[in-house]
C-alpha cells in the first residue's frame, strides 16, 4: 500500500510520542524519515532495528485505528467496529484483550 506525504505526516502528528522513529519523523520531517527508512529499513546488523517504509507507516495507521477502537469500544458495539474498520469481531477483541472465544451479547 503506498502513501501520500500527507498521509504519512498525519499518522506522524497523531502517533504514539515515545517512539522513537515518530520523534526522528517529527523532527527531521516525514520526506527525510521516508528517505531513511527506504535506504535503512529492514536491514539487519544494526544496534536498532529499522523497519522498511511501508512497514513502518502501516504499523503507525494500526495502532492508531487500535487506540481508536479502545477508545469507542462497549460490550455492544463490537460487530459495528469491526464493520467500520473492515476487521473481524474477534479482531475487535483481541485489540481489546477480551477472550475472542467468549461469545458477545449484542
Known amino acids: 500500500m503506498s502513501m501520500t506525504i500527507e498521509q504519512k505526516q498525519r499518522l506522524l502528528n ?52 487500535d487506540a481508536d477502537i479502545r477508545e469507542r469500544w462497549t460490550h455492544g458495539n463490537t460487530s459495528d467496529l469491526a464493520a467500520q474498520y473492515g476487521i473481524s469481531p474477534r479482531r475487535v477483541l483481541q485489540i481489546v484483550q477480551l477472550d475472542p472465544n467468549t461469545r458477545e451479547v449484542d
Open 14 to 65: 497523531s502517533s504514539d510520542k515515545g517512539n522513537e522513529l515518530v520523534l526522528i519523523g517529527q523532527r527531521i520531517g516525514v520526506e527525510a524519515l521516508t528517505a531513511v527508512l527506504e535506504i535503512l529499513g529492514g536491514t539487519t546488523g544494526c544496534e536498532t532495528y529499522i523497519p522498511s517504509t511501508q512497514n513502518f507507516f502501516e504499523r503507525l495507521q494500526r495502532d492508531i485505528r
